[in-house]
T-cell receptor, first 112, second 116 residues
Framework: GNSVTQMEGPVTLSEEAFLTINCTYTATGYPSLFWYVQYPGEGLQLLLKATKADDKGSNKGFEATYRKETTSFHLEKGSVQVSDSAVYFCALRGGATNKLIFGTGTLLAVQP | DSGVTQTPKHLITATGQRVTLRCSPRSGDLSVYWYQQSLDQGLQFLIQYYNGEERAKGNILERFSAQQFPDLHSELNLSSLELGDSALYFC???????????????FGPGTRLTVL
């Protein structure tokens, strides 16, 4: 069945460092891919999405490219801020239903 | 603010009890989804309703049930509660039923359930 694998956290970075959070997926067909972010004590917010191969989703300085050849959707940001500290979830949606399948989440802690 | 509201924010109850979680979708959204976030299972899809009808089921226990009312709000009922049901329960909404490249799920703030 469909599944998402994310890199284990926590990821600890200094402010202005480069961020990569790896995400790979297994799916039949052509799923849509998403990154959601969960700030402490809050719900999930959509960060970015991509709906077909080679699409690049971007928002708030974050970006991710839908790579069908490597079944990946890695999240990147060139310069992280303390306010980016949160849990990041990679997710896919595919098949006959609209349900989202999530990875395990990666905790990012950015230190000043 | 996603426009999805959930009540209550926190719920503490005892084993064997029954609780009801409520969700109001974004204005105009016809689909409602319920997800459970727990430490051991992660984020899992439970069930989807569209315009009052059940449309998809995930890993939802038989002790759990849901419904969507004519005004499109939804309730998730959890009964015979066990310690392992302690989790964060999210509701999400989207405009559509079928998979569409333009359809996006927007999540509410969640209800944190603690079973003692």
């Amino acid at each position: 069945g469909n599944s998402v694998t994310q890199m284990e956290g926590p990821v600890t970075l200094s402010e202005e460092a480069f961020l990569t959070i790896n995400c790979t997926y297994t799916a039949t067909g052509y799923p849509s891919l998403f990154w959601y972010v969960q700030y402490p004590g809050e719900g999930l917010q959509l960060l970015l999405k991509a709906t077909k191969a080679d699409d690049k989703g971007s928002n708030k300085g974050f970006e991710a490219t839908y790579r069908k050849e490597t079944t990946s959707f890695h999240l990147e940001k060139g310069s992280v801020q303390v306010s980016d500290s949160a849990v990041y979830f990679c997710a896919l949606r595919g098949g006959a239903t609209n349900k989202l399948i999530f990875g395990t989440g990666t905790l990012l802690a950015v230190q000043p | 603010d996603s426009g999805v509201t959930q009540t209550p924010k926190h719920l503490i109850t005892a084993t064997g009890q029954r609780v009801t979680l409520r969700c109001s979708p974004r204005s105009g959204d016809l689909s409602v989804y319920w997800y459970q976030q727990s430490l051991d299972q992660g984020l899992q899809f439970l069930i989807q309703y569209y315009n009052g009808e059940e449309r998809a089921k995930g890993n939802i226990l038989e002790r759990f049930s849901a419904q969507q009312f004519p005004d499109l709000h939804s309730e998730l009922n959890l009964s015979s509660l066990e310690l392992g049901d302690s989790a964060l329960y999210f509701c999400a909404s989207s405009p559509l039923l079928r998979t569409s490249i333009t359809d996006t799920q927007y999540f509410g703030p969640g209800t944190r359930l603690t079973v003692l």
